[in-house]
């Protein structure tokens, strides 16, 4: 069975994309690279540091990964483009993960710069993943947009407690034609599964990775829930029932035993 | 003097003293002018003047 996800023009085996924030080192990425199979990885960019010598990422990442360029730093949807301009000049790439944050404590996005800067980066071209609060209508205004799929938060950024907003993830889910791929706050490969589960198209796994005592054999963890959880999803859901109902029927024989 | 990620330094006169000083990457960067994004095949036409302020950025680790 062909379950390849269409994306921004690209066909992906791979449902499971990852961060490359708060790794220990950039050489973990061929690694993880050799052993799990990882299509899309994003990127974020910030002021060289010229006073110390500094790894390049790029270095790390081999030509048939996609890189997304996340715009993280970005406080409004002015700075946000500036950014996505910046990062594919560096590399030949037009994915742009539309991140704008202003809330510094639970870096909430703006959702509404948001779908400022996501509308005038799909007239410039570039393929848009905005990172949302998770929020039908706004989701509905980025499909809008042009937007190549939207990123709804599972919960804040770093905090591994998986899909607080479980609900009104699942009414985005059911409600739109583009891809949703929750982002953030999944903390372990269960989280993964539920969110696959749930009908999501992809997840984006950074902090429960990168900053694992194992982040290989974190990500092949990560991998085998979202193939699980894609499968129970593809294969149906059983339904939830209130009462017992015995798997072995009761048969009324016991009495002549 | 120039500004070059905030700090102040001796102007380089161009991008490609400007790389030589600080033994950049060039295929890591992205360099702006006064807020400008120059664009590589521009590197070698644009002079830098007194007081223009520089800001070269690169890609990190991000989620």
Same mark, same amino acid.
């Given at each position: 069975?062909?379950?390849?996800?269409?994306?921004?023009?690209?066909?992906?085996?791979?449902?499971?994309?990852?961060?490359?924030?708060?790794?220990?080192?950039?050489?973990? =990425?061929?690694?993880?690279?050799?052993?799990? +199979?990882?299509?899309?990885?994003?990127?974020?960019?910030?002021?060289? #540091?010229?006073?110390?010598?500094?790894?390049?990422?790029?270095?790390? &990442?081999?030509?048939?990964?996609?890189?997304?360029?996340?715009? /993280?730093?970005?406080?409004?949807?002015?700075?946000?483009?500036? =950014?996505?301009?910046?990062? /594919?000049? &560096?590399?030949?790439?037009?994915?742009?993960?539309?991140?704008?944050?202003? #809330?510094?404590?639970?870096?909430?996005?703006?959702?509404?710069?948001?779908?400022?800067?996501?509308?005038?980066?799909? %007239?410039?071209?570039?393929?848009?993943?905005?990172?949302?609060?998770?929020?039908?209508?706004?989701?509905?205004?980025?499909?809008?947009? *042009?937007?190549?799929?939207?990123?709804?938060?599972?919960?804040?950024?770093?905090?591994?407690?998986?899909?607080?907003?479980?609900?009104?993830?699942?009414?985005?889910?059911? !409600?739109?034609?583009?891809?949703?791929?929750?982002?953030?706050?999944?903390?372990?490969? /269960?989280?993964?599964?539920?969110?696959? +589960?749930?009908?999501?198209?992809?997840?984006?796994?950074?902090?429960?990775?990168?900053?694992?005592?194992? $982040?290989?054999?974190?990500?092949?963890?990560?991998?085998?829930?979202? +193939?699980?959880?894609?499968?129970?999803?593809?294969?149906?859901?059983?339904?939830?029932?209130?009462?017992?109902?015995?798997?072995?029927?009761?048969? #009324?024989?016991?009495? %002549?035993? | 003097?120039?500004? &070059?990620?905030?700090?102040?330094?001796?102007? $380089?006169?161009?991008? +490609?003293?400007?790389?030589?000083?600080? !033994? =950049?990457?060039?295929?890591?960067?992205?360099?702006?002018?006064? *807020?400008?994004?120059?664009?590589?095949?521009?590197?070698?036409?644009?002079?830098?003047?007194?007081?223009?302020? &520089?800001?070269?950025?690169?890609?990190?680790?991000? *989620?």
């Amino acid at each position: 069975m062909n379950d390849n996800l269409i994306i921004a023009n690209k066909e992906l085996k791979s449902r499971l994309f990852i961060g490359t924030g708060k790794l220990p080192t950039y050489s973990l =990425l061929p690694k993880i690279f050799s052993e799990v +199979e990882i299509e899309v990885i994003t990127v974020a960019i910030r002021r060289l #540091d010229l006073k110390s010598k500094v790894e390049n990422i790029l270095d790390y &990442i081999p030509p048939n990964i996609t890189v997304m360029i996340n715009t /993280s730093g970005a406080r409004n949807a002015k700075e946000c483009i500036k =950014l996505a301009e910046a990062g /594919s000049a &560096i590399i030949n790439s037009k994915w742009i993960k539309v991140e704008i944050e202003v #809330d510094m404590r639970y870096l909430l996005p703006d959702n509404e710069e948001t779908i400022k800067a996501t509308k005038e980066l799909v %007239k410039k071209g570039y393929y848009v993943f905005p990172y949302i609060s998770p929020d039908l209508i706004t989701a509905r205004k980025l499909q809008d947009c *042009g937007a190549s799929a939207v990123m709804p938060l599972g919960s804040f950024i770093g905090t591994n407690k998986g899909i607080i907003a479980k609900e009104l993830i699942t009414s985005i889910i059911e !409600n739109i034609e583009i891809p949703v791929i929750i982002d953030a706050g999944i903390g372990r490969p /269960s989280h993964a599964s539920m969110a696959m +589960e749930m009908g999501a198209a992809a997840v984006l796994i950074n902090t429960a990775i990168a900053t694992s005592s194992d $982040p290989v054999n974190m990500t092949k963890a990560f991998f085998k829930a979202v +193939e699980a959880g894609r499968l129970a999803f593809l294969t149906g859901i059983p339904t939830e029932k209130n009462f017992a109902e015995a798997s072995s029927p009761f048969l #009324d024989f016991y009495n %002549k035993l | 003097m120039v500004v &070059i990620n905030g700090e102040k330094y001796e102007n $380089p006169k161009n991008i +490609e003293n400007l790389c030589k000083q600080f !033994n =950049l990457n060039v295929q890591a960067i992205v360099i702006y002018i006064n *807020g400008k994004l120059i664009t590589k095949n521009k590197w070698n036409k644009i002079k830098i003047k007194d007081n223009d302020i &520089i800001e070269i950025l690169t890609f990190v680790g991000g *989620g």
